[in-house]
């Protein structure tokens, strides 16, 4: 009874309904037995269906998903440049203009024999400095820069000089191998709160846009 009820149901398995007249017939039948209908198997049991899936619909969604990809990666690589590009442009803009002071420097050697520079401010502003910051680099005989040692390379004054005043400062290196100096201001204090350049400033930002001073190399 089991054998029989089961070939039953694979029987009704494989009945289909024509798709012209409606009434139910074998699925293997070449035709209907009531309109003379062609049985056709649907279209997505047939070979070429699944062929033409395989090698045309899937590389096209491939493609599209991969350029929606590169599209959203280009657009946070702009956003990422758009980014830094307001960084650079915010920590540049607070070099601009006149840094309220020019000033000059002399080396030569200490009475102790180490290299000393002295370095003259004149305050071309209607303020009261408060202090300044400068960043030195010190270099050989060739010009190349001397790393390390005790060197202090940013420096910093609090001697107030006044609107139109002139003060000099002197500092020392102790390596007798310093020939010549690179001199760089990169941020002044006025006494009314206002202030050029950035305390904070990297190495690269000063060099790039501190206001540099000429120091004459000592023989």
Known sequence: MRVEKRKEDDAMDKMWICKTCGVEIAASAKSCLSCGAKNKPPVYKRIWFWLFVALVVIPVVGGIVGM??????????????????????????????????????????????????????????????????????????????????????????????????????????????????????YSVYFADGTVWGDQDATKPTILNNGAAIEVPGQS
């Open 68 to 185: 929606g990809g590169d599209t959203n990666s280009a657009n946070l690589s702009d956003e990422t440049v758009s980014s830094t590009e307001k960084v650079v442009s915010t920590k540049s803009s607070v070099f601009d203009g006149d840094c309220g002071m020019v000033a000059s420097a002399e080396m030569g050697p200490s009475s102790i024999g180490y290299p000393e520079w002295t370095i003259s401010i004149t305050n071309t502003t209607e303020q009261e400095i408060s202090a300044v910051l400068f960043y030195a680099v010190p270099c050989g005989v060739y010009g190349d820069e001397i790393a390390g040692g005790k060197s202090q390379n940013k420096l910093y004054t609090d001697t107030a000089i006044g609107a139109g005043k002139s003060d000099s400062i002197r500092y020392q290196f102790m390596k007798d191998n310093v020939k010549t100096l690179k001199l760089y201001v």
